[in-house]
């Protein structure tokens, strides 16, 4: 394993040096064709089309019943150990805390002529939320479903289902249920993949449609999340996980490369980015890697990320680091310098920013409280984490006045004919005659 080590003089050098990059963008010209596919089928058979597909891909035994009872997700609450619990129950915490500072109020604005104007924010009716199964269910991404619960429970939503690929033998891990179970979640139901995207989308015969589905996925998941927008609202594309650190002389090489592995560990896709103005932190860094990756239980996936999709930056200064790290947009950046507070106000596309030595990615992924759903593959440049904002719609509020109404008849009138609609100038106009 080799994580390469590039050298450049100035950013605007970057885009010609990051062409490699560019592969993580193209999934293949089959999964688009072949996740339509799953659609028109859902959509065709319903239940059946979600029995036969987590039957090939997920359970070979699978049948119904789609949806887990409330008895199994109380059985499987109390099979988890306490300690198990108790940590899914603190960082639901941290994460309630934070999202609540999220929450937008509606609000009005009185004109002297009497007019009301306003916006009144009100949260969706139902949230779809996608945990994958990880690793056929063995290692359940508890968090997953944390984050994007949690930010809509705060938002008010009243329906929410959970949809999980089962395991082998039909059932859900233990410890997604105990988590549905902690946050008062009964409606979960055993199908994941593309093929249950299609089914909060559009509904089958026993499951209702929701309004919003957000959760991370593979990419046949993130296809047709991206395939149904417009029928749904998502949360965001998310594409394969990524960190760039932006480290000085005074990081440690080690915790570096601890950092940019618990990216890469997470699949081949996967990208982890050093950018530093030290070189022999870089090669102090280039070393630890390898010795760090080849430990790993996961080290051919985290080693293929590092050598496909990774590299160490060095840069003249920091002023040229912050500038890629900003082209870059990554959906993790952490500022491993000497004052990262300095360094903050200049940053503009991130995901989530990590400050400091003590804030590795990990520490936000699970337990601090902001949102771990983040944009990747440099769309950070205009989208946001998942939020309280993902589940709620805002609507516009006009109670214009008989003074207002009669004051900016003759303008309002005379837009709407500048714009060739008669039947508007004659509805505001109506209200004038006598």
Same mark, same amino acid.
């Given at each position: 394993?080799?994580?390469?080590?590039?050298?450049?003089?100035?950013?605007?050098?970057?885009?010609?040096?990051?062409?490699?990059?560019? /592969?993580?963008? =193209? #999934?293949?010209?089959?999964?688009?064709?072949?996740?339509? %596919? &799953?659609?028109?089928?859902? !959509?065709?058979? *319903?239940?059946?089309?979600?029995?036969?597909?987590?039957?090939?891909?997920?359970?070979?035994?699978?049948?119904?019943?789609?949806?887990?009872?409330?008895?199994?997700?109380?059985?499987?609450?109390?099979?988890?150990?306490?300690?198990?619990?108790?940590?899914?129950?603190?960082?639901?915490?941290?994460?309630?805390?934070?999202?609540?500072?999220?929450?937008?109020?509606?609000?009005?604005?009185?004109?002297?002529?009497?007019?009301?104007?306003?916006?009144?924010?009100?949260?969706?009716?139902?949230?779809?939320?996608?945990?994958?199964?990880?690793?056929?269910?063995?290692?359940?991404?508890?968090?997953?479903?944390?984050?994007?619960?949690?930010?809509?429970?705060?938002?008010?939503?009243?329906?929410?289902?959970?949809?999980?690929?089962?395991?082998?033998? /039909?059932?859900? =891990? #233990?410890?997604?249920?105990?988590?549905?179970?902690?946050? %008062? &979640?009964?409606?979960?139901? !055993?199908?994941? *993949?593309?093929?249950?995207?299609?089914?909060?989308?559009?509904?089958?015969?026993?499951?209702?449609?929701?309004?919003?589905?957000?959760?991370?996925?593979?990419?046949?998941?993130?296809?047709?999340?991206?395939?149904?927008?417009?029928?749904?609202?998502?949360?965001?594309?998310?594409?394969?996980?990524?960190?760039?650190?932006?480290?000085?002389?005074?990081?440690?090489?080690?915790?570096?490369?601890?950092?940019?592995?618990?990216?890469?560990?997470?699949?081949?896709?996967?990208?982890?980015?050093?950018?530093?103005?030290?070189?022999?932190?870089?090669?102090?860094?280039?070393?630890?890697?390898?010795?760090?990756?080849?430990?790993?239980?996961?080290?051919?996936?985290?080693?293929?990320?590092?050598?496909?999709?990774?590299?160490?930056?060095?840069?003249?200064?920091?002023?040229?680091?912050?500038?890629?790290?900003?082209?870059?947009?990554?959906?993790?950046?952490?500022?491993?310098?000497?004052?990262?507070?300095?360094?903050?106000?200049?940053?503009?596309?991130?995901?989530?920013?990590?400050?400091?030595?003590?804030?590795?990615?990990?520490?936000?992924?699970?337990?601090?409280?902001?949102?771990?759903?983040?944009?990747?593959?440099?769309?950070?440049?205009?989208?946001?984490?998942?939020?309280?904002?993902?589940?709620?719609?805002?609507?516009?509020?006009?109670?214009?006045?008989?003074?207002?109404?009669?004051?900016?008849?003759?303008?309002?009138?005379?837009?709407?004919?500048?714009?060739?609609?008669?039947?508007?100038?004659?509805?505001?106009?109506?209200?004038?005659?006598?």
């Amino acid at each position: 394993m080799t994580c390469r080590i590039l050298t450049l003089q100035h950013e605007q050098e970057w885009p010609a040096l990051a062409q490699w990059l560019q /592969g993580r963008h =193209n #999934p293949g010209n089959g999964v688009e064709s072949a996740v339509n %596919d &799953i659609i028109g089928a859902v !959509r065709q058979k *319903g239940d059946d089309a979600l029995v036969e597909y987590t039957s090939k891909f997920d359970c070979p035994d699978f049948a119904p019943p789609l949806r887990v009872s409330e008895q199994e997700i109380a059985r499987a609450a109390a099979s988890v150990t306490i300690e198990s619990r108790e940590v899914i129950g603190e960082a639901a915490a941290n994460i309630r805390s934070f999202h609540e500072a999220q929450v937008e109020k509606s609000w009005f604005l009185t004109k002297p002529d009497g007019s009301i104007l306003g916006q009144q924010v009100t949260s969706v009716d139902a949230g779809g939320l996608y945990v994958p199964g990880g690793q056929g269910g063995n290692t359940p991404l508890v968090s997953s479903l944390l984050m994007s619960a949690i930010p809509a429970q705060v938002a008010g939503v009243p329906r929410l289902a959970v949809f999980t690929p089962p395991r082998k033998d /039909g059932t859900v =891990n #233990p410890h997604i249920l105990a988590a549905a179970h902690l946050l %008062d &979640i009964d409606e979960v139901y !055993r199908v994941g *993949g593309a093929w249950s995207i299609a089914a909060m989308a559009y509904g089958t015969q026993t499951i209702q449609p929701v309004d919003v589905i957000a959760g991370p996925g593979n990419i046949f998941v993130t296809t047709a999340k991206r395939l149904v927008h417009g029928i749904v609202g998502i949360d965001m594309i998310a594409g394969p996980s990524e960190v760039l650190v932006l480290a000085d002389s005074s990081a440690n090489p080690a915790w570096l490369a601890a950092d940019m592995l618990s990216q890469a560990e997470h699949d081949a896709l996967a990208s982890a980015i050093c950018i530093t103005d030290d070189p022999r932190l870089a090669d102090a860094l280039q070393q630890e890697l390898k010795k760090q990756c080849a430990a790993l239980p996961r080290a051919t996936t985290a080693a293929r990320a590092l050598e496909d999709w990774s590299a160490i930056v060095v840069t003249p200064n920091l002023s040229v680091a912050v500038a890629v790290a900003n082209m870059v947009a990554p959906e993790h950046l952490e500022l491993c310098t000497r004052d990262p507070w300095a360094v903050l106000p200049f940053i503009r596309h991130a995901g989530a920013v990590f400050m400091g030595q003590h804030s590795p990615e990990p520490v936000g992924d699970y337990f601090a409280g902001p949102n771990h759903v983040l944009p990747t593959l440099g769309t950070a440049r205009f989208s946001s984490a998942l939020s309280v904002q993902t589940f709620c719609k805002k609507t516009s509020i006009v109670a214009a006045s008989s003074t207002f109404l009669q004051q900016n008849m003759q303008s309002i009138a005379a837009l709407a004919r500048l714009e060739g609609l008669e039947a508007h100038a004659r509805s505001v106009e109506a209200r004038g005659k006598k």
